[in-house]
């Protein structure tokens, strides 16, 4: 099994990646044209509304809830009431979506006034039209979410998660090709790229059906309540932490309207930037993780859910600490690379690298929770991490107010750091009581985070010998130079370290190159 998630992560990484790099490109396109401006601060709260009903319904707490008992309904029922079972919830889903969508476009204008009570009227308005505009992606993306996760349990994970590819493909196509056609002032172009957010929502879901009629769906309206009240339960609690999770998200930009204009837009791209990283690697990670031990838990095999979990920690850290390492070192650089270009000028540049510190600083521990979340999950506990989400909430909060005062909108990353942290505390300590036949792989965790210092000393050390530059094919040269040397030092030190998983990986490769 162990193997077999590492291999389902490494196939929805690549599909990720591809995805990502899409979606880079996508960013890079909105930030040449909008920049830190009014424009983009408006696009980036229109945006969250939706996306947050989305992260609750589609994906988030109902995909929690639901995977768990999708499994024990095969094992207990076959796979033709197993389908049933999966239609009669999207016939629900469908339908609870159509009618947030319509509300979120008839009550768009108090929507804007809770989430961004502190922004000047000219933002206000840009805002709830964008809203109105984005609503339709709330129902789009959330049953496209949804029907990855079905697939994802059904073993399904390369072309569902490059589904989001073809996301970033029709924002991209239909943005560029305003502006190349037609043109416009500022407001229509960032109202086009709103309505592209629309056409690639539609792309994702219909990319899925194909595999979805694989696996045995013919779709059809499914009126049938057996088995979703269970989902219900668990629903209710787990929809708790999931909007405890994304209200942490909802309270930085909410406090960010109360400062300078650009702060929402600098904190929207600094998050974006440490999602891109999170995104192709820990995504990947915690996806697999919660069918792989729903799966295991059905059957209950504590030893092999054992073993999963430990490699499934160890490869979190092997690809979360050297990246934090390197976003660390060569934050400035990579922001400009990327950014730095149109609008986006050397003003722009820092106000987006110090809270893309403090968020990188967070990497491993969002992708360590996450994968701690999914085995409660996988347990049929959506109430336990609650608990601890409701801390983390109101500490981020508290920290959120203090940092603020100090630091503008880097003391908002810098709360979010210390939320995840704190979270991570809490939630090592209820697994290790809640889950005693569990251990976590302490020692080999801390040879990684030993491999990453050394990586991180390194690049800093190596930075002294460039030359102050902000060319873009010197920075590019510079980021490529110091970013491959980190990463040949982390495996050095991995290896030098003995990292158990790393070493099975090495000895694996030398034996087929022997054969």
């Known amino acids: 099994m162990s193997s077999k998630i590492l291999k389902k992560v490494g196939s929805m990484s690549v599909a990720v990646m ?70 009669s919830l999207l016939t629900f889903l469908s339908l609870l979506l159509l009618i947030f969508s319509f509300v979120g476009i008839a009550f768009a204008p108090y929507l804007v006034k809770i989430i961004a009570p502190g922004l000047e009227e000219n933002t206000v308005l840009l805002t709830v039209k964008l809203t109105k505009i984005l609503m339709p992606y709330l129902f789009l993306i959330g049953v496209a979410s949804m029907l ?88 209710l609690p787990g929809i708790m932490g999931m909007g405890v999770r994304q209200i942490n998200v ?50 209950n095999d504590d030893a092999e859910l054992q073993k999963t979990f430990s490699n499934v920690l160890i490869l979190s850290g092997f690809l979360m600490i050297p990246i ?15 950014f730095a270009r149109g609008a986006f000028d050397a003003t722009a540049v820092g106000m987006t690298y110090s809270p893309f510190i403090f968020y990188s600083l967070a990497l491993f521990f969002f992708c360590f929770n996450h994968v701690l979340v999914s085995l409660f999950y996988a347990h049929g506990d959506t109430k336990s991490p609650v608990k601890v989400m409701i801390v983390a909430l109101l500490s981020n909060v ?65 930075n002294i010998y460039f030359v102050v530059s902000e060319g873009f094919w010197y920075l590019l040269l510079k980021f490529a130079l110091l970013g491959i040397g980190g990463v040949l030092v982390f495996l050095m030190m991995a290896y030098l370290l003995r990292v158990e998983q790393f070493m099975r990986f090495v000895q694996r490769r030398a034996k087929k190159s022997i054969s």
């Open 148 to 235: 990855i996760a079905i697939l994802n349990y059904h073993d399904y994970f390369f072309w569902p998660a490059l589904s989001a590819a073809f996301f970033n493909l029709g924002t991209i196509v239909v943005i560029v090709g305003f502006v190349y056609w037609i043109g416009g002032d500022s407001i229509e172009k960032v109202s086009a790229y709103s309505w592209g957010i629309v056409v690639g929502g539609v792309l994702q879901l219909l990319v899925n059906f194909p595999f979805m009629r694989k696996v045995g769906y013919r779709f059809r309206l499914v009126w049938e309540t057996k088995n979703l009240d269970k989902v219900w339960r668990r629903f």
């Open 398 to 462: 508290g920290l959120n107010i203090w940092f603020m005062q100090y630091f503008g909108a880097t003391g908002l990353a810098m709360a979010s750091m210390c939320s995840a942290i704190l979270q991570s505390v809490i939630l090592f300590w209820w697994v290790k009581r809640r889950f005693e036949f569990l251990s976590f792989p302490k020692l080999e965790l801390l040879k990684i985070l030993l491999a990453g210092i050394a990586t991180w000393i390194l690049i800093r050390y190596l």
């Open 18 to 87: 591809i995805s990502r790099v899409l979606g880079l490109v996508r960013d890079i396109i909105f930030t040449a044209f909008f920049g830190v401006s009014y424009l983009a601060d408006a696009f980036n709260y229109a945006y969250r509304i939706p996306n947050f009903l989305r992260l609750l319904f589609g994906e988030g707490a109902l995909a929690a809830a639901f995977i768990p008992l999708y499994g024990e309904v095969e094992q207990a029922e076959g796979r033709k009431v197993q389908i049933r079972f999966g239609l």
């Open 250 to 299: 909802y309270v930085d930009l909410f406090l960010a309207s109360f400062l300078v204009v650009g702060s929402a837009s600098s904190l929207s791209y600094s998050y974006r930037l440490m999602q891109l990283a999170l995104g192709v690697l820990g995504v990947p990670i915690w996806s697999a993780s919660l069918p792989v031990f729903s799966k295991l838990v059905a059957k």
């Open 324 to 338: 934090t390492a390197l976003m660390v070192s060569l934050g400035r650089e990579y922001i400009t690379i990327l």
